[in-house]
């Protein structure tokens, strides 16, 4: 996209490595297998994936509980494995972003080994200690089905350490001018590497201050900004994309003046897309895209409809949360903390016309989108596995054993029933041009053309029928007028006499004039190109 930033316009795809695709038979998906598969996103258009955290790890948190920031977890493969992911990944024009995980180490991570065994170690401070659980009170609890306090008494220790996440990940005391620098130093290191950039994890809750909800804080942009300009200074064209579960006006900040975070996920429009489409009315996705700042040019929204963790219902109304859970989670099983650990296509009952329309809103609506591993082809959860392992089965490659996955046990049970492998895997849908894959595939491409998708210009048309989101998307002289019935049923539009004209259907390649009214069958969708 001319002089864009080329994060504005890219489709990012996230993946867990360890359910991907093993190479060597151990059960677990490793980097070589990773780098196998780089040609099928390639086949899908995706110019940046972003894996989730390879690091040596306890796995209580899948990895998000780091003992080493600077090696590779040996059921991946080592540090040259990942340099020639990263240089298979290049040469096919795909990116790749790690996460960092600044707020907090593992219990397991020397540092704290230290800390908690000596009161002198240099690494006591690196945590968070108290004498007593009653410090700041008012601080949420994250994970409330695991965790009752942000407190941990530690027999060693003799004293109290913090934690916003699980007891055996302690959050890093960022007060420390030392931790400061020591994550500097980690970012280097990877970036070093060649990786193209972090998706910064769990970044609200750097700092803690009495008398605060301790996310937020100015303390915490401070130090984004220094990590920022650390990046400006030595890696130009390497990105940070902010993980924060907030509203959009709490997360502006973390985009500064341009010089904070490149990319922030948008978490409240995903939920709003899911009520959305139960409702079949966009009230709600337009309330948020109203209630959604301007960002600084050189930024970017990054838009999901699913990714690894529960389907997050923080960033709701109480009312709206309950309501979600009714619709979405009718099995208590499918609960979890404040969310709902479902994938996206048992979540749209596997309904094909529901599953094109939210990658419809997916693609579409500003930001740029990124598409969780699997839910490409329509893949299945499992219920039975625990806290959100559900939702990080192994890929269905074919209806081989073991979903092509890997030739040895698997790590995990896969998905069972109608969405599982034997079903719904690439095999078949690669090649098929009817399948899902096939309509993502086209949708991507499509919007890869369009500078219009990468812009932050949005503005709705009025077409007077709740049930149909109209909006037109624009860059320079190419403009979308695109158009989203979400209901099942057909439903009537009008279209304002400045949108009304020739325009170019996107997908069926052909001309078709938009006079006043307009019929749309459910569920339908239709990007058109004016002509001008
Ligand atoms: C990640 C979670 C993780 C948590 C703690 C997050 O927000 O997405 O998977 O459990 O941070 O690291």
Same mark, same amino acid.
């Given at each position: 996209?001319?002089?864009?930033?080329?994060?504005?316009?890219?489709?990012?795809? !996230?993946?867990?490595?360890?359910?991907?695709?093993?190479?060597?038979?151990?059960?677990?998906?490793?980097?070589?297998? #990773?780098?196998?598969?780089?040609?099928?996103?390639?086949?899908?258009?995706?110019?940046?994936?972003?894996?989730?955290?390879?690091?040596?790890?306890?796995?209580?948190?899948?990895?998000?509980?780091?003992?080493?920031?600077?090696?590779?977890?040996?059921?991946?493969?080592?540090?040259? =494995?990942?340099? !020639?992911?990263?240089?298979?990944?290049?040469?096919?024009?795909?990116?790749?972003?790690?996460?960092?995980?600044?707020?907090?180490?593992?219990?397991?991570?020397?540092?704290?080994?230290?800390?908690?065994?000596?009161?002198?170690?240099?690494?006591?401070?690196?945590?968070?200690?108290?004498?007593?659980?009653?410090?700041?009170?008012?601080?949420?609890?994250?994970?409330?089905?695991?965790?009752?306090?942000?407190?941990?008494?530690?027999?060693?220790?003799?004293?109290?350490?913090?934690?916003?996440?699980?007891?055996?990940?302690?959050?890093?005391?960022? =007060?420390?001018?030392?931790?400061? !620098?020591?994550?500097?130093?980690?970012?280097?290191?990877?970036? =070093?590497?060649?990786?193209?950039?972090?998706?910064?994890? +769990?970044?609200?809750?750097?700092?803690?201050?009495?008398?605060?909800?301790?996310?937020?804080?100015?303390?915490?942009?401070?130090?984004?900004?220094?990590?920022?300009?650390?990046?400006?200074?030595?890696?130009?064209?390497?990105?940070?994309?902010? %993980?924060?579960?907030?509203?959009?006006?709490?997360?502006?900040?973390?985009?500064?003046?341009?010089?904070?975070?490149?990319?922030?996920?948008?978490?409240?429009?995903?939920?709003? $897309?899911?009520?959305?489409?139960?409702?079949?009315?966009?009230?709600?996705? +337009?309330?948020?895209?109203?209630? @959604?700042?301007?960002?600084?040019?050189?930024?970017?929204?990054?838009?999901? #409809?699913?990714?690894?963790?529960?389907?997050? #219902?923080?960033?709701? @109304?109480?009312? %709206?949360?309950?309501?979600?859970?009714?619709?979405?989670?009718?099995?208590?099983?499918?609960?979890?903390?404040?969310?709902?650990?479902?994938?996206?296509?048992?979540?749209?009952?596997?309904?094909?016309?529901?599953?094109?329309?939210?990658?419809?809103?997916?693609? @579409?609506?500003?930001?740029?989108?990124? $598409?969780?591993?699997?839910?490409?082809?329509?893949?299945?959860?499992?219920?039975?596995?625990?806290?959100?392992?559900?939702?990080?089965?192994?890929?269905?490659?074919?209806?081989?054993?073991?979903?092509?996955?890997?030739?040895?046990?698997?790590?995990? !049970?896969?998905?069972?029933?109608?969405?599982?492998?034997?079903?719904?895997?690439?095999?078949?849908?690669?090649?098929?041009?009817?399948?899902?894959?096939?309509?993502?595939?086209?949708? $991507?491409?499509?919007?890869?053309?369009?500078?219009?998708?990468?812009?932050?210009?949005?503005?709705?048309?009025?077409?007077?029928?709740?049930?149909?989101?109209?909006?037109?998307?624009?860059?320079?002289?190419?403009?979308?007028? $695109?158009?989203?019935?979400?209901?099942?049923?057909?439903?009537?539009?009008?279209?304002?006499?400045?949108?009304?004209?020739?325009?170019?259907?996107?997908?069926?390649?052909?001309?078709?004039?938009?006079?006043? %009214?307009? @019929?749309?069958?459910?569920?339908?969708?239709?990007?058109?190109?004016?002509?001008?």
């Amino acid at each position: 996209m001319n002089n864009e930033p080329w994060y504005k316009n890219a489709v990012f795809y !996230e993946i867990s490595v360890r359910a991907f695709k093993d190479s060597n038979s151990d059960g677990r998906g490793d980097l070589r297998g #990773l780098t196998e598969k780089l040609d099928y996103l390639q086949t899908l258009g995706v110019d940046c994936i972003w894996i989730m955290p390879i690091y040596p790890s306890p796995l209580n948190d899948d990895g998000y509980d780091i003992a080493d920031y600077y090696n590779i977890d040996p059921a991946y493969g080592n540090l040259d =494995d990942l340099k !020639e992911l990263i240089s298979a990944a290049h040469a096919r024009n795909i990116r790749l972003v790690m996460d960092l995980v600044l707020n907090h180490t593992s219990d397991a991570h020397p540092w704290f080994q230290a800390a908690r065994s000596d009161k002198n170690s240099p690494y006591r401070d690196y945590y968070v200690w108290s004498d007593t659980d009653q410090k700041y009170k008012d601080a949420r609890i994250i994970f409330v089905d695991t965790e009752t306090s942000n407190w941990t008494w530690d027999e060693q220790a003799g004293q109290y350490f913090w934690h916003r996440f699980y007891s055996s990940q302690p959050d890093l005391n960022f =007060d420390n001018p030392k931790v400061q !620098e020591e994550m500097l130093n980690v970012a280097r290191f990877w970036l =070093d590497l060649g990786i193209d950039g972090f998706r910064a994890d +769990a970044v609200p809750y750097l700092f803690e201050r009495e008398g605060t909800n301790c996310e937020n804080l100015p303390e915490t942009h401070v130090y984004l900004k220094k990590l920022r300009a650390f990046m400006d200074q030595h890696y130009p064209e390497r990105i940070l994309l902010c %993980e924060a579960n907030q509203y959009p006006e709490d997360v502006r900040p973390y985009f500064g003046d341009g010089d904070q975070f490149h990319m922030g996920f948008h978490f409240p429009i995903m939920p709003r $897309i899911y009520m959305a489409l139960k409702k079949g009315r966009f009230e709600d996705v +337009a309330e948020i895209m109203r209630r @959604t700042p301007p960002i600084p040019e050189n930024c970017q929204w990054c838009t999901f #409809l699913r990714n690894h963790d529960e389907l997050t #219902l923080e960033m709701v @109304t109480e009312e %709206e949360r309950q309501w979600m859970w009714e619709q979405y989670a009718p099995d208590p099983r499918m609960k979890l903390n404040l969310g709902i650990r479902r994938r996206l296509a048992p979540l749209l009952d596997n309904d094909r016309r529901k599953l094109e329309l939210a990658n419809s809103l997916l693609f @579409t609506l500003p930001g740029a989108p990124i $598409i969780y591993y699997g839910d490409e082809i329509g893949m299945g959860d499992n219920l039975d596995l625990f806290d959100r392992n559900g939702v990080r089965t192994p890929m269905q490659w074919d209806d081989s054993p073991n979903a092509g996955f890997t030739d040895g046990t698997p790590f995990s !049970e896969l998905v069972k029933g109608r969405l599982g492998y034997q079903r719904i895997n690439v095999a078949s849908q690669v090649n098929d041009p009817d399948s899902l894959f096939r309509s993502v595939k086209r949708m $991507i491409a499509l919007r890869k053309k369009h500078e219009a998708f990468g812009s932050s210009s949005m503005e709705w048309v009025d077409a007077g029928n709740p049930h149909v989101a109209a909006y037109i998307r624009q860059h320079g002289a190419d403009t979308m007028l $695109i158009l989203n019935n979400l209901s099942d049923a057909a439903q009537c539009i009008r279209i304002p006499q400045e949108h009304q004209g020739s325009y170019l259907d996107l997908f069926a390649a052909h001309q078709t004039t938009i006079a006043n %009214e307009l @019929t749309f069958p459910p569920y339908s969708y239709l990007w058109l190109q004016k002509h001008t």
